[in-house]
């Protein structure tokens, strides 16, 4: 939305809803090989409040989000029993959360919580060049589960003038899509169709990464579960990498019942939902480096 700079999240021990956090049960074991362009791992010792402030967040404190709710209100840290893959001692999962005030300036069709790297420009961004790969890895919230019969938006990356997203990775019921399955994740194209998808566990880490080259222009998927190491389940697909813009990556929840997506349509009330998130980072993967 604005240009800002990549700083370190951090802080002290933190609380979560007034309790002391809880270790996890082991860190992850797998190594980064390749550069790191932007890093979303969270730092143990980090704060809530950190996500508040340019000078302690690694992503943009002021989108994209409901404008009355601080990310403080809408980051939790989850006891997941164990790290994301690529999340060591030094790093701890995170969640993003949705609730009835999660509506983005005048997208009342929209429910939405988009974290976005700081340094991650609209417009001539380092992760939207040459070769990138970024990594995520997701695990369900067994308080807060996510209501599959509404399509949501979990990683995406949207082009510079809003008219597109280079891809999309998604799950629940797809607008317009009716033959695939709600329980499963999906890789879509710029063209919002199906490339890849896998089902939704319950209680695994998922691990994935999604390599983009902007000077080839194709799509490459990796996936793994657990603490199994990434293994690619596509080729190189052609795909419409142009138009800069920004990754975004938390919880859009699209609407029922209208063509108008965005401003209109039906989203039930008290709404209390959220995705965990760890091992979230974008390497430089030229010459095919990719970390897995």
């Known amino acids: 939305m604005h240009q800002t700079t990549l700083l370190s999240v951090l802080g002290a021990a933190t609380a979560v809803l007034g309790h002391p956090l809880k270790h996890n049960g082991h860190a992850g074991n797998a190594t980064i090989k390749c550069p790191i362009v932007f890093d979303g791992r969270i730092k143990t010792a980090s704060v809530l409040a950190d996500f508040d402030s340019y000078s302690t967040s690694i992503f943009n404190p002021d989108y994209v989000k409901g404008g009355t709710l601080k990310w403080s209100e809408i980051i939790k840290f989850p006891n997941t029993g164990a790290n994301a893959r690529f999340d060591d001692a030094d790093y701890k999962p995170f969640e993003v959360t949705l609730s009835d005030n999660s509506i983005f300036q005048t997208q009342k069709g929209f429910r939405r919580a988009g974290l976005q790297f700081q ?19 997701v695990k369900q919230d067994a308080q807060r589960p996510l209501n599959l019969t ?78 199994d190491p990434l293994k690619s389940v596509t080729q190189a697909v ?41 091992s979230l980072f974008i390497e430089d993967s030229a010459g095919g480096c990719v970390s897995l």
């Open 119 to 137: 340094g991650d420009t609209n417009n001539d961004s380092p992760a939207a060049t040459g070769i990138k790969t970024i990594h995520f890895s």
């Open 238 to 278: 052609s795909n419409n990498n142009a138009g800069g813009g920004q990754y975004q990556i938390g919880l859009l929840k699209k609407p029922t019942g209208t063509s108008d997506v965005v401003n209109a349509g039906y989203q039930e009330s008290k709404i209390n939902e959220g995705q965990i998130y760890g």
């Open 150 to 227: 509404h399509e949501y938006l979990n990683v995406w990356h949207e082009a510079a003038d809003y008219s597109a997203n280079q891809f999309n990775f998604e799950v629940g019921t797809i607008l317009g899509q009716t033959g695939l399955p709600k329980n499963t994740f999906k890789v879509l194209n710029r063209q919002n169709k199906q490339i890849w998808s896998t089902p939704v566990e319950k209680s695994d880490w998922q691990n994935f990464a999604i390599t983009l080259d902007f000077n080839k222009n194709t799509l490459q998927v990796y996936y793994s579960k657990g603490d």
